[in-house]
Each structure stands twice: as C-alpha cells, then as structure tokens.
C-alpha cells in the first residue's frame, strides 16, 4: 500500500535562530533586507529538504514567515489598518508588527491554547480588500525548483475573521462576502501553478464551541472554494482540540480531506463514520505537535488501528497532530543534555522520521522495516518502557508532602490584609511599579552564557549581574519609580530560570521555540516530580534590597505558568504536576518574606492561555489553576503584599475567577486595546488593586508624556485612584535601555502630573 505521511507545518526560527538573528539586525540597521530574504530562503530550503529526506510526501510550502501567518494573510488580503497606509512595501509590514516612531503595532494575542502570538487583523467597513498572492505562489514555486512539490497552507478564512476585530467592534464574520471571493481568486491563481496542487486551510477556530451562526458559514465556504477548479485538493486542517461539529457538516462539502487531532481532541473519533461515508481522506494527527516526548510508536499504532477499522486504511494519512512550529528544532545541538533522558525526548526533526516510521509500519506491517527501521522501532518500544519504570522521575517523598499538604491559601481577609500593608508600605495613590524584567543588554546576556559555559566565574558572573542590578536600582531611584525591583538580569526566561533549579525538571541548550516575531521561548521539561532542593531568587532579591531605601519587589513565576510554559510530563494528570510546583513555590515566598521582603509578585502571565478551548473543560481547569495559585502564596503572611501579573487585556469571561486568587494587586495588559476592556473591573465590583499597564512593551516607541496623561485619564474614569498603580504593560527585557529610561521617566512624569492636577 502507498505510504502517506503528512506534516502540518514546520518551525521557521531556524535550528540556530537564524531568522531570529537576521531580523534583529534588519531592525537594528545593520543590514539589508536583501540579506534577511537570502537567510529566509536558505532556511526554507533546509527545512524543506529535511522533510524531504525524511520521507515525508506532504511538506507545506507558505507555512514560512517573516513574522506570523496571520500578518500575511493580512496582507494578502490587503487587510491593512488605515494608520499604515501609505507606507513602501518593506517597511509596512514590519510596521504593522512593531509600529514605528509615529504609529502604534497591530495587537498581537495568543493562538488558541499555545504560547505562539499572532498579529489581530483589524478589519474595517472602509478598507479595499483585494488579493496579493505572491507570497504564497512564490513560496510554492521556490520549493519546486528544487524538486519538492508542496501543498500550500493557508488561514481557513473562516478562522482569519474569527482571529479578527472590526474596528466599529460589529461581528467580522460580515466580512466573509468580501474576502471570500479573494480566497476564489487565490485558489485559480494556484490551480495554474501544477497539474495537482494540494491546499492546506487551517481552520483550528472549528475546535472552539461555534455557535451555529458560524457554523453555518461552513458549508458555503467550502462549497464554493472547492469547484474553484477541479485540479485543486482542498484539506480543512484542525487542531488542538475535537471539532466533531465543524466536521460534520464539512463531510458535505467537495473538500478532498480533513486534518483532525486525535491526542487533544479525542472526540474526534465520533467523526469517523461520517468521514468514512462521504470518502474524505483523513489527516490522521498521532505525532503530537506540542510536546517534546518520544512517540510511543506501538500505542500510536494502537490509534490508527482503531480509527482504520473504521476508516479505510488507503483514506487514512498519518499526521503531527498540528503544526510543530510549537515544538523545538532538532536534538542534534542537545550535547549537555543527561543521554538518557535525552533519550525520552524528539523535536521537529525526530518527529519527521516518527511519523514515516509509524505509515510504514500501519500501511504494511512491521515486517516491511528494514533492518534500520526495524532497529529504530525495537528501540522505540524499549524507550518508552524504560520511562515508565525510571526512577528518577518518581519520587516518594514528593508525593507524600502533595499529598498531606493542608496550608490552602493565606491568612486574613484582603479588606483587611490592605489596610495593614498600606500602612507599612506608605505608597501613594498612583504608586508606580514595573512588571519585572529590565533590558536584556549584550553584556549581560554574554556574562549568562559565558558563566554557562564555564568561561566565568561564579564570583565573576555575580558580581557582573550585581553590577545590572546597581544600575538598574540607580536608574528607578534617579527616576523616581516607587516599587523597585531588581531588573530580572539572572533570567534567560522567566520559567526557564524556576525549572533550572527544581528538581524533576530538565531543559535544554537549543529548545527554542517562536512566541512572536522575532521572540522565542525555550522552555524547560518536567520530566519528574518536583520539589525545591534550596532557594531560587533570595539571594539575589536580598542583595537588591540592601541597595535601596525603597521597597523592592520579589519576583516569582507563578504554577500555572511554570506548567503551561513548559513541556509537561504526559505520563501524570497536568493538575498534580502544578501542585507540586505550587508547594515549592510557597516555600520560596517563606524564605523571601523572612529575609525581610515585603512585596512578592507572582507572575501567572500564562494563567488565561492554559485555559480549554472548550467550554466543558473551564470549571475544571479553573479549579485547579486557582487552587495551585493559592496555595503558592499561602505561605504570605498579612502584612507581605501579594502581586500577580498577567499578560493580557480581556478579563471579561474570568475576572470573577481571578479575584478568586486573591492577590493584593494585579498588573494586566491595557495599552494595545484601551481601557475599553477594564470597565469590567467597575461592573463586577473588584476590590483588589490593579495596575493596568499605560504603555506598549511590544514596540520600541517612546509613548509622550501627554499619551500617557491620558491614558492615566482613562483608567481613572474607571477606578479611583487608591486601587489604581501605574505600570508599563509587561517586562521590558525586550526592549532597549534608551526607549525604556525615557518611557519610564514620561511615565513617572505623567503620574506625577495627575496627582499634582489632583491635589
Ligand atoms: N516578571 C516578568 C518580566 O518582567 C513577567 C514577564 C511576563 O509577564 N511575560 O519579564
Ligand atoms: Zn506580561
């Protein structure tokens, strides 16, 4: 039988962050765009020519991107907001990205339940949308003259309007009348390109809970984009969750096959019959695109088996379960990593020849491996029972003290714990703060990784970041900052730093994986139980504190995000694994506010994208999730002031849930979307303090004093002054030491203007 085996996309970044690399010297002017489209090219042809030489027979062309799919799209519908009209072709996209000195970046947010970040298309009654298709054709046509014939992916158009936001705020869906005849010509455009071409649209907003009006959309959009011409094979590509409704009605559509998730989406099995009657082919998803364990090739042939007796076996096309642009590279640069848990693990790469090996063997049986596949196989089996029965990963003692653990949330009542921190605080109304993080300068990253390397020190390395963080308390002091803190030197990332010191952890040299543009996370594995073998942060928080008169804010990263920024062990329910993070964690808040510091804050900035995609799964999760949050500041007592920050704006849906948590004060996302949003904290009544951020980190602009007068204004149109702190949207490691001294001084600026204007 022909084996077929299909990748839904690909990671970009480059196994060395190639394109992260580029980019940033192009926005620096240091080099030329030439250069940057020589890099992307190259690297495009290297990630074709490993699927090529895995075997793979469906590899994607146009899942490449300078920046994010959802900003090309954009473009290639001519989607482009007012504000950058005007601009050359070069400099609008990165523009609409990044902003530049006069206009604000487009909102980025996360994609579904991953920590990728795609730009929000903003659609508006005035815009001429009309079709720019050379990227996409180009794409295709680069890969073909090197002998691989692609399928193309695209955005299902159904979910760009979802992913999009009218700027008159009414429903994008209006919009499909004019862009799905730009999605037709797209489609005529592409059948021109080769006798057969094969068209991914991918529609994960199908997984979501649509309401039928969206539903309703389906049909007419896929009857009409597949007679566009009949030399096109259309696939509708879902993941990350069941889309059983969405399925069900594309089944009568023309569409050649559909692409379904079955490691997050067990429902999907419900589909099959139907799959089954109209003859579709399936893109079966078993390899899964978000973690980074091995394949358990015979559990997973275990799945195909039962989904083939239901679907025939020549329908059936063995698949990741989404894009891996959300796992890492390759494991080829892992050379530190322990060799057997190393063993455990498979990135993009490795993936590849997971899901070749896992078709042969489905198509035609274990006996047509040869005898390197059969090897490969063999010890597939041996890895992954290996892993099961390893004790490093479990751990008694760990689990007794979950177990036993009783300490569920702090002492006292806010209304109370307030009272008496204000009073020994003293901060004002307007109190100014940063989220954390200061710039990441070459030095310091240069000191991080030569230390790494045993090229430093560690009385060198630190009294290096000793040295960031003089400077960085110098700097808040000359600015007049109020809460300090100590500017976060020591930290590659904020998860990545917990899990270097937890045990049950492991991480990696070169597991990057894309946030958004340029950025990229590289997040620590559990592999095990975990507990704190000894402090993480005091010595450096201490030593920060003895620097200033003023107070200094400990910074934690809280459970949730610990777990959803990491890969998680898939062998242990993803709510005990957060406990146990949560336990360690409130020892560290102990041994803080014993050495005498007085704020903490505990970043959950990946609390909301942990959420389930479906409705069913919230009350679940949010049980859990707020549990584990308090239990990790249980240990705070009254008078210590408990800070949480979260990366986003819309709290509408669980502003109840994040009061649940019980922090003092939160820090939130506001400056892209406005203040809009916040009036949600007048309607329900929150009581705990809130500082909604007053400028964008995202971008390299220095928002004025005036803006921020304003913006200021605008909250306290929403809060009274005494709940309201100031602060900038996020940490700003990103971001240059130039524009972050002059934003924080307007900003500073700004606060003290109100309150002058106040007295
Ligand atoms: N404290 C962290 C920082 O400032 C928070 C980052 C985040 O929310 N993503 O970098
Ligand atoms: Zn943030």
Redesign the pocket.
Known sequence: MSIKSYVVGFPRIGEQRELKKILESFWANNCSFNEVQEVASSLKKRHWTYQKDAGIEYISSNDFSLYDNVLDTCIMLNAIPKRFKNLRAEELYFSMARGNKSTVAMEITKWFNTNYHYIVPELSLEDEYKLNASKIINEYKEAKKLGIKTKINIIGPITFLGLSKRVDRKDSYEFLGKILPLYEELLSEIAKLDEVVTVQFDEPIFVKDNEEKILSLIKITYDRLSIVTNNLKIIVSTYFEHSTEATKILVNTPIWGIGLDFLYGKENFESLEAIEKANKKLIAGVVDGRNIWKNDIQNTLFTLSEISQVVEKSNIIVSSSCSLLHTPFSLKYEERMNKNIKNWLSYSVEKLNEIKLISKVFYNGVNCLNDEEAKLFEENIQVNYDRKTSTVIHDENVNLRVENFSKLQRDGKYEDRIKLQKELLKYDDLATTT?GSFPQTPEVRVARKEYKNNRLSKEEYINKMKDYIDDCIDFQEECGLEVLVHGEPERNDMVEYFGEQLKGYGFSQNGWVQSYGSRCVKPPFIYGDISRPKPMTVDWITYAQSKTQKIMKGMLTGPVTILNWSFVRDDKPRDEVSKQIAIALSDEINDLQNAGIKIIQVDE?AFKEGYPLRNKNIKNYEKWAVRDFKIAVSSAKEHTQIHT???YSEFNDIIKTIEEMDADVISI?TARSGNELLKIFKEVGYKQEVGPGVYDIHSPRVPSVEEMIKQIKLLLEVLPKEQLWINP???LKTRKWEETKLSLQNMVEAVNYIRKENR
């Open positions: 989220i900035a920050h979260m990366c996302e949207d996020c940490g």
